[in-house]
């Protein structure tokens, strides 16, 4: 399956569905480039017209030497290879430390173990009711679907008394101890995958660009060496879901785990997305207006031009920069910073319209 984002007649920003092919037999680069290659050449479009392709990490995508990007770049260079935004999000989300990742396959096997059950799982419900609980059922957790680790860990937390004592009144108890034991382990990273969530949903959605992706990338990581330090200060105004287990943290709890965890969390982050936040761009592509025209370089001419158009000023202040460069007028007035900025308007940044 492949979507396309492209630029219409009308000068507008368009996503669409592209091809969707049968590969045949297998699923190695060859086959996949094969199949892209055959539906450009049947539809007489060039493949030097692709500004950037992204994929998903799998070694028949991505592969140096048979990988479909790799045989990509044979015919187009000068492409931009990308790795989905978002499925590298997840990647960086799964690395954890033993102790919590302990924590958090005790939650796991908890859910599983009430939500597997019939006898168990219709139990549970009339307990909820009877304790007039908000929820009244758990959620599973699969690695397939990139938010449900958060979204299990927060009913798991929301319902974590009623968990408890559901598990003693079955007799459970041994189980009931297990769970009681993680109960800081688990409402941190309750509160650490809400806001890896947070990221994910904002890095997903149509007509999301290279700018904003770096943006909100950027911005969490700088976020992550914050809450360490207030965490190291004992200050949970960031950390509402450690509040509640505030008396039962002790120094080895904060050092070791949740300030070295968030520490280990940004170096991931830096270095999965290194070449996003090395990504540079002229001051004028960002703001064209406020700029000083020395930084447009060969278009110093069209710069100044611009930054004296009301129209243009208007356009910008009111939505920013698609307004103002995704129109024709824009395209014939200022044809060379118009060729620089589409490129960036291209740039496909996730898989997420695909996994849709």
Known sequence: MAYVRFIDDSCKLCEEMLFAKLVGTDTTGLSIFEATKSWFDDNEIPLGNLVSCVTDGAPSMVG???????????????????????????????????????????????????????KYDRLFLKFCIDTEQEHVSLILHTEVRWLSKG?????????????????????????????????????????????LNEVSLQLQGKLCTLLDCKRILKAFAEKLHWFRINIQKKNFKDVPDLTEVRE?????????????????????????????????????????????VESADENLQELIELKCSDECKYKFEKNGINELWLSNTTKQLYPKMWAEIVKILLYFPTSYLVEC
């Open 151 to 195: 979204n299990c860990l927060a009913r798991f937390v929301e319902l974590f008394d009623t968990i408890v004592n559901f598990l003693e009144n079955l007799g459970e108890n041994n189980f009931a101890e297990e769970v009681r034991r993680y109960k800081c382990d688990t409402f941190f990273l309750a509160w650490i995958f809400r806001k």
């Open 64 to 118: 140096k030497q048979k990988g479909f990007i790799a045989r990509m770049k044979e015919l187009c260079p000068s492409i931009l290879a990308v790795h989905c935004v978002v499925h590298r999000d997840h990647l960086v989300a799964k690395t954890l430390s033993p102790d919590l990742h302990e924590s958090l396959r005790v939650v796991i096997k908890t859910v599983k173990k009430i939500k597997s059950h019939r």
């Open 248 to 292: 039962q943290l002790t120094e080895q709890d904060k050092k070791k785990k949740y300030e070295e965890y968030l520490v280990k969390l940004r170096v991931n982050l830096n270095s999965r997305f290194s070449d996003e936040f090395s990504f540079s761009f002229q001051s004028w592509m960002i703001d064209p207006f406020g700029c000083d």
